[in-house]
């Protein structure tokens, strides 16, 4: 008989009968051996199979209380400042203009970094442009789902901001000032703005940084800046009042029944392309996925099991029904689904709907009116806004997709609104078990893998998870802090910037006066 690796089952230290002694000793020692080798063939079968060790205890998920907020540990959100935070200056270096391409997630990223560009560099921010030639074929831009004057508003103590730039005159003619155009290196460090851009700034008047996607580092050893990012991305950063309406009206009802759950189902097209996960369609929509991705992406060679293996592969709509069966939901959830169109047609969605069948979506509780632009960046606005305000969120892919990471790290500072995080690495070989036939202990497997997560709750950050799907610590504080960096900020710096500010208004309407008088 040999052992699962190969080697003699009384292993190297094992002793045979005439080392053990004869007779009744001789028997006895054989039979405790042979006992011991079957309980560890035992339990190495229980595992192969996917059955629970009776040792190991699985901690049981409470359903209700993922209901309610996380844990908060005495955390709360603030970004407001700890520190001096001089309001900007009388003198700007020249005029910022960037192109925020990608969609709408991607783009609310980089409007955040072009305010952190800003204030480094004491430069005048002209209003951002969102890339209207991407995926989304819309041309809303900015004006058209953020609320303009509310954004300036809030960043009054940070920056200036102008709606465009201004007019210069030249040989008696006025026409509009040109900008440079820059393209920024990925994850560019602040010296990069204080030094290369800051200097083309001052020599040209005004510089246009196109894409500006991913142009700013997001580990900076700033808190403060940090912060400013923070005070952009959740307060500057509103929505445009009709659609915040369209979004109250279907969160209330949905909540009119009890609690609701939102999911982003990342199962489109794109996505899957980019992943490489296309073994489990048919050979006609593999080919159909491969073509986009030779069109769309670098080309490299992807085994779909591995990429499985690693955690790249976004969960399918029926994997998504079986963890929240074993967590312990039942079939009268209420699911508001934020997706695009689902790549493999309704086989991939008909199973998920058994389970659960009170599925939602804009199209389904939204208005008619909604319908025109459901696939724009006024329907991902409203579908990040009710995936805000759910009682849970569930992300399916949270690699590069914005639209997730985004939410995360607003509903942590929204008051740790919980969240449920699918490992998918580890829930992987469970799955791919299952598909094989060794279906014992699964959902058992799937809460020990699940119990590990952290609900939305305070938690450290740890690459690869990005600064906006987790600003803890820099934009949290404690009324009651034992460490002195964690405690939260008066309203004193608030007030001492306002103070400045109105003084410098005040010293400017009579300055204007002043102009007046002389001219007249």
């Not at 020692?29 to 205890?57: K, M, N």
Request: contains cysteine; hydrophobic residues 35%.
């Amino acid at each position: 008989m040999r052992s699962s690796r190969g080697g003699d089952v009384w292993g190297r230290r094992g002793a045979g009968p005439r080392q053990l002694g004869g007779g009744m000793k001789g028997m006895a020692g054989r039979l405790l051996i042979a006992s011991i080798v079957l309980v560890i063939c035992t339990l190495s079968l229980f595992s192969s199979i996917g059955f629970t060790r009776p040792f190991d205890t699985v901690e049981t998920v409470d359903v209700n209380k993922l209901w309610k907020t996380a844990n908060s540990g005495g955390w709360r959100a603030s970004s407001a400042p700890r520190s001096y935070w001089p309001p900007p200056s009388k003198e700007t270096n020249g005029y910022l203009r960037v192109r925020c391409n990608g969609g709408l997630n991607q783009q609310r990223t980089a409007i955040c970094n072009a305010v952190l560009a800003a204030r480094i560099m004491n430069a005048t921010l002209v209003l951002p442009e969102l890339d209207t030639n991407s995926f989304w074929r819309d041309e809303s831009g900015f004006p058209g789902i953020y609320d303009v004057q509310h954004f300036i508003k809030t960043l009054r103590f940070d920056i200036r901001i102008v709606k465009s730039l201004p007019e210069i005159s030249s040989n008696g003619k006025s026409k509009k000032m040109k900008s440079y155009q820059i393209r920024p290196p990925r994850d560019a460090p602040l010296s990069w703005y204080t030094t290369f851009a800051l200097e083309k700034m001052k020599e040209h008047g005004a510089i246009y940084l196109t894409p500006f996607s991913h142009r700013l580092a997001e580990e900076i050893d700033e808190p403060e800046l940090q912060r400013l990012r923070c005070r952009v991305n959740y307060h500057a950063l509103r929505f445009k009042p009709h659609i915040m309406q369209i979004s109250g009206e279907i969160v209330e009802r949905l909540r009119s029944e009890g609690h609701f759950m939102s999911i982003h189902l990342r199962f489109e097209m794109d996505m899957l392309a980019f992943a490489g996960c296309i073994d489990i369609f048919t050979p006609e929509e593999q080919k159909i996925l491969i073509k986009y991705r030779k069109e769309n992406f670098a080309e490299k060679e992807l085994v779909y099991r591995e990429r499985r293996l690693i955690g790249k592969c976004p969960l399918t709509p029926e994997e998504v029904g079986l963890i929240l069966r074993s967590l312990g939901f039942d079939n009268s959830t209420r699911i508001y689904l934020a997706a695009g169109e689902l790549f493999g047609g309704d086989r991939f969605m008909k199973p998920f709907r058994t389970m659960f069948p009170h599925l939602e979506n804009h199209s389904s509780v939204g208005p008619e009116k909604l319908e025109e632009n459901a696939r724009g960046l006024v329907g991902s606005a409203v579908d990040y806004m009710v995936c805000l305000l759910s009682d849970i969120f569930l992300p399916t892919y949270d690699g590069p997709s914005n639209f997730a990471n985004n939410l995360m790290g607003h509903r942590l500072y929204y008051g740790f609104r919980t969240t449920i995080q699918p490992d998918r690495k580890a829930l992987a070989p469970v799955f791919m078990d299952r598909e094989e036939g060794h279906a014992a202990g699964f959902e058992e497997r799937i809460r020990r893998v699940m119990s590990k997560s952290k609900f939305g709750g305070p938690h450290k950050r740890v690459r690869p998870e990005s600064f906006y799907t987790n600003s803890w610590p820099e934009c949290f504080c404690q009324m009651n802090a034992k460490n002195p960096v964690d405690q939260c900020p008066s309203n004193k710096n608030w007030q001492g910037l306002d103070t400045q500010l109105q003084d410098e208004k005040s010293a400017l309407l009579e300055d204007a006066k002043a102009n007046r008088t002389e001219t007249t």
